[in-house]
């Protein structure tokens, strides 16, 4: 009887150690698959972010190239956005008037960043901004269609001179300064 009890309590402790492994193993698997979840929501979010970037910076270059737009964009009136095409991306505009920017980044044929320009809150939402001033500042906004990714960024331009050729008499026609 002696060796019928040491067997059975061998397969007693083989059982245990058998449920033992099988119960880490499938923690083992639980925990992989949740780090295969995280990493894919990891990887998502990172493309929204690059999708939203590449928005910025191609939206940054139209703007500015076509500052005096910027009051009809504000007033919401039809706009065409002058030399935004000549990228190595194509762009496509679906509505007729250009605005806002509607981009295909992969070249798939589906819209991938949307991308608005608007007044800062600071900013009276009635009034006209004076173009001939040397500093232009709105909020860009892109905002990824494929992941729900937005991104703003303050924008200011100063593309019509600088306070130091102001000052310098460097621009709109000073000869100089004696200074």
Known sequence: MRGSQQGSATLLVV????LLAALLGGMAVRGSS???RLAATQREMANGLYCAESGLNLGRDCFS???EQWNNIFSCAAVTLADCTAYPVPIVTISGSG????????GDGSIDVEVTLQKPVTVDPFADYDLNTLDLTAVLKAECKSTPYK???IITFQGRGSDYGGQSGKNAGHTGNQN
């Open 65 to 67: 190239r076509n500052v």
């Open 151 to 153: 991104l703003s960024q």
């Open 34 to 36: 949740s780090d295969l």
């Open 15 to 18: 059982m245990v150690l058998l």
């Open 99 to 106: 605005y806002p920017m509607k981009i295909d980044l992969d």
